[in-house]
């Protein structure tokens, strides 16, 4: 007997904490006794209850009317994994759902002028005209959560500012008409020493979310590493793969141990090839620019699992990531070693000693980074740790015991090559494809990926290194790299590219 559909006013009857119904993409779910679970709090539920809370009428900068509440945050696959079936409670009549308009962001309607007359994608010349493009066309709370440091944001811009304090020495009168610029990375052939790096909650930049990230990668050949806190499924993004693909699994590592076992698993089962145990994370860094607009979503108060109020300035980030156990140490790293066969690296390391630990220990390799500026402010780029580190690491022979990235502030293949010549594996980008995706879609990624292939090429020519083999830290000089300025703000991304300032971006 099919069961005749739910009404909204029946829907609507179910609207307080003793008898919560929401509608998810037309279906009609009992999450009463979720309510203290949910990570991100009871209130921001309570605001749908009795309500859809799938659709909302504001836009993003990519896809109108695309909503903005439940998909950026939840895998789709969210409410079938973790709601039991009895609390399904069936499919809903949404001709009788009323579609409340929301109040519209006063600087709405100039970002929708904005988005119609945005510049062509030809027009994108490098990383940053990305950045400049996407700080316009995505919503405000997107773009802020994108694109926020930590506190002063000191290490976020030191993160790019490190690399123009590395100087090229470069050879001439070597043949150079031939340039392979691929490599390997974790036993992968790529095509070009970059990855593309776990960077959470895609959907806030485009309604695809992380499989428009899988679709580039497997373009362009590299590696694509699958962020714990996607918001698109983990087998959406494994399903989007192609056979040939490879991908690796960032992880938070959770509380629950058994969690974290099954998780890995299942990333092993389904392919992936390497385990990023993220170490730099023992709870998320304060991003105020993401908080503030955080702050003025009142369904933003971020409640934990206790019903004990937290500071709920923390917005999404520490609502999503509750889970996360701030007590993983050095002790708990063979326990990985004994649940997979993957290669384990460890990423968001900070300092030498860290980096002689990990070769002791055993894992595969080390991320150098500092969580793109997202965490401990005043903590030193991953460029200048690998310049540190890599004298050290020979003077013991443990160059070799395992591979060395880096991620942070990349934004040039420059900064991939001087990476490379100081002796990284490859590099993580993270930002850069984020803005590319949100202003453009996959053709936007896609762009950014060649851009860096034809700087790349272009950069070894001109340092005179047919092959990455031939790249090597006699072609840097790195004596200034220690020499710390904090700039106020970053003139190159800030002036040259503001589209205020900058006429190609200015709106036509
Ligand atoms: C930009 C960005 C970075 C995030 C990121 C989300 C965004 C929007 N998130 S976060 O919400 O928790 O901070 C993650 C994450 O899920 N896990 C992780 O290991 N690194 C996370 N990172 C850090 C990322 O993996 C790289 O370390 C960083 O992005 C490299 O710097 P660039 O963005 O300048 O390339």
Known sequence: MVNSLLSSDEIAKHNNATSCWVIIHG??????????????????????????????????GFAPNFSQEFEPIHPPDTLDKYLDRSKHMGEVD????????????????????????????????????FEAVAKRVMKRTAWAYYSSG???????????????????????LVNVENIDMSTTMLGTKVSI????????????????????????????????????????????????????????????????????????????????????????????????????TKFDDSGASVQSASEKPVDRSQGAARAISSFIDPSLSWKDIPWFRSITNMKIVLKGVQRVEDVIKACEIGVDGVVLSNHGGRQLDTAPSGIEILAATMPILKAKGLDKKLEIF?????????????????????????????YAMSAYGLPGVDRAMQLLKDEMEMNMRLIGAPSIADLDDSMVDTRAVAL??????????????????APAFKSK
């Open 94 to 129: 949404m001709s009788t759902v009323v579609v409340e308009a929301k109040t519209v962001d006063p600087s709405e309607s100039e970002r929708q002028e904005y988005i119609k007359n945005k510049p062509s994608l030809e027009q994108c010349y490098n990383l940053l005209d």
């Open 27 to 60: 279906k009609a779910y009992d999450v009463t006794e979720f309510l203290p679970e949910h990570p991100g709090g009871s209130k921001i539920i309570l605001k749908y209850a009795g309500k859809d809370a799938t659709e909302s009428v504001l836009t993003i």
């Open 193 to 292: 020493p970059f990855y593309v790096t776990a960077t959470a909650l895609g959907k806030l930049g485009h309604h695809e979310g992380e499989v428009v990230l899988t679709k580039a990668a497997a373009k362009h050949s590299v590696v694509q590493m699958i962020p714990t806190l996607a918001s698109c499924s983990f087998d959406e993004i494994v399903d989007a793969k192609e056979d040939t693909q490879v991908q690796w699994l960032q992880l938070y590592v959770n509380k629950n141990r058994a969690i974290t076992k099954s998780i890995v698993k299942h990333a092993e089962r389904r392919g992936c090839k390497a385990l990023f145990i993220t170490v730099d994370a023992p709870q998320l860094g304060r991003r105020e620019k993401d908080m503030r």
């Open 484 to 501: 710390h300025s904090t700039p106020i703000e970053d003139a190159l991304s800030a002036k040259t590219y503001d589209p205020l300032v």
């Open 150 to 172: 930590a506190d002063d944001e000191i290490t976020l811009r030191e993160n790019h500012a490190a690399f123009h304090r590395i100087w090229f020495r470069p050879k001439i």
């Open 406 to 434: 880096i991620d942070g502030g990349i934004r040039r293949a420059s900064d991939i090559v001087k990476a490379i010549c100081l002796g990284a594996k490859g590099v993580g980008i993270g930002r850069p494809f984020l």
